[in-house]
């Protein structure tokens, strides 16, 4: 079963940054087009960034609240992918997970229908 194990996350103060990382047991990340998603206290989770796999054509997508201040990025050396957080705010903070998009990336960030289980995620916290 595939599995995501997110890190990185911690309680920053507004326009702070944190850098979050993804691995995965087991198989690599190479191929897969992989998202970072996002869920606020009480609100849905939802889709904030995406990066291509390899040989799945297009660039990073992010949601627009987010653009020109996240990154996404990835280290096929160490199997890892990587978001960039600068400039948070308060807004940023929730639960943020990794997982498999579908591709090719959009706007708006999808996880394959039926989806999971997710890992555990990785707090971000945004308060002064």
């Known amino acids: 079963q595939e599995q995501f194990v997110e890190s990185g996350g911690g309680l920053v103060q507004p326009g702070g940054s944190l850098r979050l990382s993804c691995t995965a047991s087991?198989?690599?990340?190479?191929?897969?087009?992989m998202g970072w998603f996002r869920q606020a206290p009480g609100k849905e989770r939802e889709g904030v960034s995406c990066?291509?796999?390899?040989?799945?054509?297009?660039?990073?997508k992010y949601k627009d609240a987010v653009k020109g201040r996240f990154t996404m990025s990835r280290d096929s050396a160490k199997n890892t992918v990587y978001l960039q957080m600068d400039g948070l705010n308060p807004e940023d903070t929730g639960i943020y997970y990794c997982?498999?998009?579908?591709?090719?990336?959009?706007?708006?960030?999808?996880?394959?229908?039926?989806?999971?289980?997710w890992g555990q995620g990785t707090q971000v916290t945004v308060s002064s």
């Open positions: 990066i291509p796999g390899r040989g799945v054509g297009g660039t990073a």
């Open positions: 997982a498999p998009s579908i591709p090719p990336c959009r706007t708006v960030v999808d996880p394959p229908p039926g989806f999971g289980p």
């Open positions: 087991g198989f690599s990340l190479e191929h897969y087009t």
